[in-house]
């Protein structure tokens, strides 16, 4: 091993001190991560100075528990996923049972209950057409499957010519390099790529009249070598947490129909109530021809994703010769486990007043998030369903700020220019306003260090 790569156990005294505790002396590092953490590679981690991570030990509603045992409330809800809180007894249950009946099996020539149930249940959650579900492992890939369908109608309509895509700026798809290239090449943390990425277009979102005068032109212009234009709809969530007027996104959908082109609607992050209704096009009126699905798709469980097309899309991989085949296939596609997951978190929406949890959290963090607004170093506080952020001039003292939120029991992970909140959608009245109130008496704190 390169002494080099060798992180010493010491560099993660930032949280163990937090812990009131030095490192060495503490017996609540467990032993896994005292002698063996080094192996572990983490991502968008400087591993040469980054402190040691937190050593989470077990989940439960909305809380991590650290090896010491404190409870930290989950701001993040595990990057968007556990939309029911953590270990919730209904998926559990549907998962446990279907591990000893069958935890996998592959999905080529053979199929199985769970996968066909599943893809016919969201065909008939999501809006119009979109009704033929392709499985796959993690959001970066469900976009790749979308990038390959779309391009592919193209070239089994002979068009083949018709391969690049428009993404808008500040974009952000997945992390895979197809994913990547439609990720903003300017701003994004994949710009370095440059030269190694397909190229595609870049564009703002077109809001104003003129923006959109322009962007129709664009379309109008490049037309013969488009496939698809993909959005996030209403929410950029990795590259800024910014947020559109579904008034924009139908602009988008209207221009990018006009034009005859595909539109490919990445729901990843904002399918599942997060926003405030099941699917952010809902609330724009819009029927895209692929969306996205991902993270909360298992209600936090397990790694499953999905990419939707309409019949139309679909009828153009149809036919007598099988070189119009979508040549694709995750090993562990439609995995039963997950298939069983997906089911469980889908009955709770059913069963449970998600949605009005949701507009619940958007007024509550609208209200408890405003004192920030006079904060020194405070830009802006925003919030859509149950996304809150709170933008800074620039963020600095990380480690610190890591600090400040474990001693006030909280998790959170403050990126870019900002702090954001996206809890599990299930979290009570008072755990979110702990949360809220554990924020802003840390943003508070961060902000008299400048
Ligand atoms: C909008 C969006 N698309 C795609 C992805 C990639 O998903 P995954 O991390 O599961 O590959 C993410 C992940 O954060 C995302 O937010």
Redo the contacts with the bound molecule.
């Keep these: 091993m390169l002494a080099s790569a060798t992180r010493k156990l010491g560099e993660g005294a930032v949280f163990w001190k937090a812990m009131g505790l030095t490192c060495a002396e503490s017996s609540s590092v467990p032993a896994w991560q005292r002698d063996q953490a080094e192996h572990l590679w983490m991502p968008y981690t400087q591993m040469r100075n980054a402190p040691l991570p937190l050593p989470v030990v077990a989940t439960e509603d909305v809380y991590l528990v650290l090896a010491d045992g404190r409870r930290l409330i989950d701001g993040l809800a595990s ?1 968007w996923t556990a939309c029911h809180g953590y270990n919730h007894p209904q998926i559990a249950r549907r998962v446990r049972q279907q591990l000893e009946v069958m935890p996998h099996v592959m999905l080529g020539g053979i199929h199985h209950e769970g996968a066909v149930t599943l893809a016919a249940r969201l065909a008939s959650l999501l809006p119009g057409d979109l009704s033929q579900v392709f499985f796959s492992d ?4 469900a ?1 790749e499957v979308a990038m390959k369908m779309a391009a592919q109608m193209w070239r089994n309509r002979g068009q083949a010519e018709r391969n690049r895509f428009v993404t808008f700026r500040h974009a ?4 895979t390099t197809g ?1 990547m290239s439609l990720c903003d090449p300017e701003r994004s943390m994949h710009a370095h790529f440059k030269g190694f990425l397909l190229e595609q277009f870049s564009q703002p979102i077109p809001e104003t009249e003129s923006e959109q005068a322009a962007f129709t032109e664009f379309l109008a212009t490049r037309r013969n070598e488009l496939a698809a234009v993909v959005i ?1 709809p209403l929410v950029q ?2 590259g800024g947490m910014r947020f559109h007027s579904p008034q924009a996104l139908a602009a988008v959908a209207r221009m990018t129909r006009q034009a005859g082109l595909l539109l490919i609607a ?1 729901e ?2 904002t399918g599942f109530g997060r926003t405030g209704s099941m699917f952010a096009c809902e609330q724009a009126d819009i029927v895209p021809d692929i969306l996205c699905l ?2 909360a798709l298992t209600g936090g469980t397990l790694g499953m ?1 999905a990419t939707v097309a309409t019949g139309e899309v679909f009828e153009a991989f149809c036919g007598e010769d099988d070189a119009l085949a979508l040549m694709h296939g995750p090993t562990y596609m439609a995995n039963p486990l997950a298939c069983a997951a997906a089911h469980g978190s889908l009955d709770l929406f059913a069963e449970q007043p998600r949605l009005d949890q949701v507009a619940a959290i958007e007024s509550s963090l609208a209200e408890q998030l405003e004192p920030c607004r006079n904060l020194s170093g405070v830009v802006d506080v925003r919030t859509l369903g149950a996304i809150g952020v709170v933008q800074v001039e620039r963020l600095h003292s990380r480690e610190k700020l890591t600090e400040l939120f474990v001693e006030a029991g909280i998790w959170l992970r403050p990126f870019h220019d900002m702090f954001y909140l996206t809890p599990p959608l299930s979290i009570t009245p008072v755990q979110l306003r702990r949360l809220t109130a554990a924020t802003v008496d840390s943003i508070a704190q961060w902000s008299r260090w400048s």
């Design positions: 990057w993690s959001g970066s890939v976009i952000y798809h997945g992390d994913a996030e969530g990795a990445d990843i992050a991902g993270k994703a």
